[in-house]
């Protein structure tokens, strides 16, 4: 018998202003998506914003239905509209906020687990890690440099 020991890295910013000016700008994006999400039930926006190797940006939020499992997050709507209209490029970064209409969201929001896998499989299959930076509707800004940093011992398509 053994135990592993899995290490993950974040960095933190202090908040959206400690980002260099191209990120500050996509996670701006992430916000401009957010506030058009389609939450008439949670009343919890989420957006999120890509940045592909051809300096294109491709955004998403999370859009509800009323047979509640029918509805997708923000980060899946985007990376599929991604890997739709535009198969053959890398995705460098992405930025993800969100905003309750309840409360006060002052910390990090990260991607939820379903989320984190389907960003894992666009990650593995272009050979290339995905900067990752979430944040709530204020303050810091948590940075991965990887989603496998988020999602140790994945499934992927090598376990088929
Ligand atoms: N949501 C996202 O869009 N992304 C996540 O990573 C977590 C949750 C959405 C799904 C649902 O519309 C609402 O937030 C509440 O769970």
Do not use: W
């Amino acid at each position: 018998m053994k135990k592993i020991k899995l290490f993950s890295e974040i960095t933190v910013f202090d908040s959206l202003d400690e980002l260099d000016n191209g990120t500050k700008k996509l996670m701006e994006q992430a916000i401009a998506a957010r506030e058009m999400a389609y939450a008439p039930y949670s009343h919890f926006r989420v957006g999120a914003a890509l940045l592909l190797d051809n300096g294109i940006t491709v955004t998403g939020n999370n859009q509800e239905n009323a047979a509640f499992p029918s509805g997708l997050c923000a980060e899946r709507v985007a990376i599929y509209a991604a890997g739709a209209q535009y198969p053959e490029n890398v995705i460098l970064k992405m930025a993800i906020s969100a905003r309750s209409e309840n409360h006060k969201l002052d910390k990090p929001i990260p991607p939820c687990g379903a989320c984190r896998q389907a960003i894992a499989e666009y990650e593995i299959k272009q050979h290339k890690n995905i900067e990752i930076y979430f944040m709530g509707e204020t303050g810091e800004v948590y940075k991965s440099d990887s989603l496998a940093d988020l999602l140790p011992l994945l499934f992927a398509p090598d376990n088929l």
